[in-house]
């Protein structure tokens, strides 16, 4: 068996792999456990210096409910949403299409547009900011939900069709030929048997875009400037205070801001089913 | 009426041409058997008339329509693929089902006719069941089950059996048989396995390098094949050849002297030589005896298989010759082995390896 169990190794290494261990995922968990003993610190502590020692006292209710007195934080939220879900929901079901057209027909420049979705996300985002700026403004689209919920599905659609187009290509393609010796139309077959055994390349990337723009901070302040707009990396802004930056608040907004994708893997958690395809061909 | 027809069926990927040039003619309730080594095109040759390859020059008939350019669903075929192809999201029940329903069959008409399949391959049990729960032998039925309920006028198999164990095979073979004889429908099947195409076929069409090779009834081709390629490939264990020269000799009979200096002498049954010639001696090793005199080998192998012994020897200039001898027969390895031989089991191929002499025993 490979990789070997643990248990089968001499007692010292046994030991020592149970000591190190721990260490390693406290390393590993740092910042993140910095962050969350920071949000229930008083100010006091941080005035006084006291970073990273254990907090004089706890300050966690009055923090985290400073965080929601003192900002539009519960508005930045909602409008984090307004761009996520549409974004996943566009560039998941766009993808689904332009991945199933790739893996299953044959026409002549199929892997020159598969190679260029590919491309596309080998352009780093940052020199296409003023373009897009421009091209925005322009569509009258600056500074709107609609325009940065159009802008994030673009440029998440590329890679998400390279990733469906792989799925639906590993797929058994006697399914679909079965399919059509039956005289099921070409949506149907895509409808009821391709769709269903996407399920858990679904939910993988519906986490991973929704994570991916929740998280975007980038595009969020280039192209939202009212606070109508803009969603909560951006928004978090408004805590710095105007003399000193209030680290207690910062971090406990984060905390609330992170736990949106954090819920979402959970909720898709039970679609990530290994081995759909389980029993389609020969076994 | 649903005989199949092809004429001059080609079909080539850029400027590879995989088949070429097939004609065929497929009688309607015939079970047709496409026997060949892998890659000879029996697939590709199926999937054509399935629809679900292009053909490129010929005409395809199924019915008497001409079917060329018409989509799969449009042919009344349903084909049973080699990896059973089943919706693994999908119940036994939606997996029959499922191309009735997608296609507007009344709700009723679609729970009759799945009755009556599930009854004729025993799935009724199964209904409920994903494809997962089930056994390759089920499987396997069910994937048939789905080609039934579409009453099509041609059935299509693709190597059906390959993936199941040998046990489970055969009884396939006989539950296919079996579906044939009470669906009476066409039915096409593809195989690389002889025994399968000996068993099941109606008509043998051994396809080799896409072409034809020969195609007739399975005896016909086990006593009369037509060249070296179906002689070899028809028959287990597979036919000896022996290279030779033949030349006349008194009474329209024809002397083929072997390479060891062994002599046969065979009835030309009007095929004549005119001058010594090189050629090749084919006789099945269950036409050969251990013992009686004709041939002298070195005995290389002995498989004792109870019901019978098969010897593989040598001869003196180096050709092996496998004998399938009675199942007490005996000899050690580096023995000497008698082996007789019966002229009139003998096929004689000229040296383009066409067949000069059928060694047809039951003439």
């Not at chain 1, 965080?67 to 689904?96: D, E, H, R």
């Not at chain 2, 004429?7 to 015939?30: N, Y």
């Not at chain 2, 008698?338 to 009139?344: K, S």
Request: hydrophobic residues 50%; charged residues 15%.
């Amino acid at each position: 068996m490979f990789p070997r169990p643990i248990q089968k190794s001499p007692p010292w290494l046994q030991l020592s792999y149970k000591a190190l261990l721990p260490v390693a995922l406290v390393i590993w968990l740092l910042p993140l456990i910095g962050i969350a003993v920071t949000s229930v610190r008083p100010s006091s502590d941080l005035a006084a210096g006291n970073y990273f020692g254990w907090p004089s006292r706890f300050a966690g209710v009055e923090n985290y409910a400073s965080v929601f007195q003192n900002s539009n934080i519960g508005w930045y939220i909602l409008n984090s949403f307004k761009v996520t879900i549409p974004t996943v929901i566009g560039a998941v079901g766009l993808s689904c299409l332009t991945g199933f057209a790739l893996a299953v027909y044959k026409f002549r420049l199929n892997l020159a547009v598969f190679f260029m979705f590919v491309a596309g996300n080998f352009v780093p985002f940052q020199i296409l900011a003023i373009p897009v700026r421009e091209l925005t403004l322009r569509l009258g689209l600056y500074d709107t939900i609609t325009g940065l919920v159009l802008f994030h599905a673009a440029f998440q659609t590329g890679f998400c069709t390279l990733f469906m187009r792989n799925f639906i290509k590993a797929l058994p393609f006697a399914l679909i030929e079965s399919a059509r010796v039956e005289g099921v139309s070409e949506w149907k077959i895509f409808r009821h048997i391709v769709l269903p055994l996407m399920r858990p390349a679904i939910a993988a990337l519906s986490v991973l875009i929704f994570t991916f723009v929740w998280n975007d901070y980038f595009w969020a302040t280039i192209m939202a400037q009212s606070a109508d707009v803009r969603p909560v990396t951006a928004g978090m802004n408004e805590l710095k205070g105007q003399w000193k930056v209030a680290w207690e608040l910062i971090t406990a907004a984060s905390i609330v801001a992170a736990l949106p994708p954090v819920a979402m893997f959970f909720l898709m958690q039970k679609h990530f089913i290994a081995g759909l395809t389980l029993g389609a061909t020969k076994g | 009426m649903a005989d199949v027809t092809l004429r001059a069926i080609t079909k080539s990927f850029g400027d590879v041409r995989i088949i070429k040039g097939i004609d065929l003619e497929i009688a309607d309730g015939e079970f047709c058997v496409f026997v060949g080594p892998s890659g000879c095109g029996k697939s590709t040759l199926l999937r054509m008339i399935a629809g679900l390859e292009d053909i490129t020059s010929g005409s395809l008939s199924i019915g008497g329509r001409e079917m060329a350019d018409v989509e799969p669903a449009g042919r009344g075929v349903a084909m049973v693929f080699q990896s059973y192809a089943l919706y693994p999201h999908m119940t036994v029940r939606d997996n029959i089902s499922f191309g009735l329903r997608m296609t507007g069959h009344k709700p009723a008409d679609i729970e009759a006719r799945l009755r009556r399949a599930a009854d004729m391959l025993q799935l009724t049990h199964l209904l409920d069941r994903k494809p997962s729960q089930l056994s390759g032998g089920q499987r396997q039925r069910v994937a048939i089950g789905r080609a039934i309920v579409r009453e099509p006028q041609v059935f299509l198999f693709d190597e059906p059996l390959s993936n199941l164990d040998a046990a489970l095979r055969v009884q396939m073979r006989t539950e296919i048989g079996k579906l044939h004889a009470d669906l009476r429908a066409t039915m096409i099947y593809v195989t690389h396995d002889q025994v399968e195409a000996m068993t099941m076929a109606g008509k043998i069409v051994v396809l080799n390098a896409g072409a034809v090779e020969q195609a007739g009834s399975p005896l016909e081709l086990y006593h009369r094949p037509r060249n070296l390629f179906v002689a070899g490939f028809i028959g287990s264990p597979r036919m000896n050849f022996v290279a030779g020269t033949a030349a006349p000799a008194a009474h329209g009979r024809i002397e083929v002297v072997l390479g060891d200096g062994a002599r046969v002498l065979l009835d030309g049954r009007g095929a004549t030589v005119t001058a010594a010639q090189p050629v090749t001696l084919g006789i099945r090793p269950e036409h050969l005896t251990a013992g009686g005199g004709g041939l002298r080998a070195t005995v290389r192998l002995a498989e004792y298989l109870g019901s019978e012994t098969m010897f593989y020897a040598q001869l003196a200039d180096g050709s092996g010759i496998a004998v399938k001898a009675d199942g007490l027969a005996k000899a050690a390895a580096g023995s000497t082995l008698d082996i007789g031989i019966n002229p009139a089991a003998c096929h004689l191929f000229d040296k383009d390896g066409v067949a000069v002499i059928h060694g047809d025993l039951t003439r």
